[in-house]
């Protein structure tokens, strides 16, 4: 169990916040750089171990600052090579983090909640409740501290996490400026040195933060689709009844205007009798006509709140089938991590539920089981 402290966190700060603090603290603004360097490139948390900088500089520096990472409950390995960590925070409140190694690259799964309040109905993320964003600091912190605990391989300069995809618990457009700044951070030279094309923003299709975040942060974007029709999505994805499809891929398309070669990454989970017939191939193929798209179908995984089935193999590639036939690039995501609970939506932590989400989720269990044929 960590203590909360009133020192501030170096991570919650970008380039220029550092630069700011700094020059606030009578510095020269390059010792954010210095500072960067160690945290992002080198792994190092411990300002004494900044050989740098002066120890009178240390010295303050450690008086009011501080590199907060979140300590690991317990880590998961999985068969597959996958590693799930269950993060705590200060506070108390648990996150997951996922690595996926694959050849060539490492994939990390980053949350930006502690909890959802979208609540959609396949998601166990959702059965949890919620309890407050994630700080800059706390985002961020789950890149240095995979990077840290996988090292860098011997004969590699590259980082362990090559890409970040913010689809770990929450909705991360929910939490705008903190993302946005972790994002920042990610890609920049001085930090993480991810390209943008290597982040992915997943939503659930938040469409005034989609617009806002062309505008500053044009990171690849994913969308999670799961529904071919507003009266099904509206039942799936919730938000869908504030902002429908035609909203939704409008904000899409806006996305990638002007970015030749850009397009958006349609997620939809197959759902054993819901979403998954020829039919509703079909009106998918309509509905994404003139939107720079490919499709990622994902099998439903499974969680013990749940009463949907994934779809079987069978209608995953009749489905898959008709999307390609239209010429949509379309692959299945091969799901990773599940005997670890670490795949798409079964990442739950430890949340501090403020809203009464896990009682309304018992009634609406009951409601969703008029939904499977
Ligand atoms: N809130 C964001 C980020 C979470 S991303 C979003 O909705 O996009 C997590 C991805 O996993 C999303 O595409 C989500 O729809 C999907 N997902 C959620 N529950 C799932 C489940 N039980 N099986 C497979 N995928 C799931």
């Known amino acids: ?39 992002y490139h080198e792994g190092v948390v411990d300002i004494q171990q900044m050989t740098n900088l002066s120890k009178v ?59 959802c309040t979208l609540n959609c109905t396949f998601c166990s993320t959702a059965t949890q409740g919620f309890n407050r964003n994630l700080s ?5 912190a789950q890149v240095v501290f995979a990077n ?12 362990p996490v090559t890409n970040v995809v913010m689809m770990g618990m929450g909705e991360p457009l929910m939490n705008f400026d903190n993302v946005i700044r972790a994002m920042e ?30 505008e500053v942060c044009d990171v690849s974007l994913a969308v999670s689709l799961h529904a071919p029709d507003d009266e099904l999505r509206d039942q799936l994805v919730p938000i869908n009844k504030k902002y429908p499809i035609k909203t939704l891929l409008g904000a899409c398309k806006h996305y990638v205007e002007g970015k030749p070669r850009r397009r958006v990454t349609f997620e939809y989970i197959m759902i054993d009798g819901v979403n998954d017939s020829r039919k509703q191939a079909k009106q998918l193929v309509r509905i994404l006509e003139g939107v720079p798209a490919k499709v990622n179908l994902i099998p439903f995984n499974p969680f013990p709140q749940s009463d949907f089935r994934r779809s079987t193999a069978e209608a995953i590639q009749a ?24 795949a798409c939506g079964q990442l739950v932590g430890k949340v501090h539920d403020r809203t009464r989400r896990q009682q309304k989720m018992q009634q609406q269990k009951i409601n969703v089981r008029g939904l499977m044929q």
């Open 136 to 140: 800059t600091g706390d985002i961020i």
């Open 185 to 214: 951070i990610m890609n920049d030279d001085i930090g993480c040195g991810i390209s943008k094309r290597r982040i992915t923003l997943s939503t659930s299709g938040v469409v005034p933060m989609m617009l806002r975040m062309r």
């Open 319 to 342: 489905f898959q089938d008709v999307l390609v036939a239209s010429g949509l690039t379309t692959i299945v995501r091969k799901t990773r991590g599940d005997d670890i609970d670490a």
């Open 57 to 115: 500089l240390r010295d303050q520096l450690d008086s009011m600052a501080e590199i907060r990472l979140p300590e690991c409950v317990t880590e998961h390995p999985s068969a597959d090579g996958t590693r799930k960590w269950v993060l705590e925070m200060a506070d108390g409140n648990r996150i997951e983090t996922v690595f996926i190694p694959e050849k060539g690259r490492g994939t990390l799964c980053v949350s930006s909640q502690v909890g």
């Open 1 to 39: 169990m960590q203590t909360e402290t009133d020192k501030i966190n170096l991570l919650d700060l970008n380039q220029q916040g550092l630069k700011d603090f700094f020059i606030q603290m009578g510095e020269k603004p390059f010792r954010a750089t210095q500072v960067m360097k160690w945290v």
């Open 148 to 159: 840290r605990t996988i090292g860098v391989k011997e004969g590699r300069a590259e980082l």
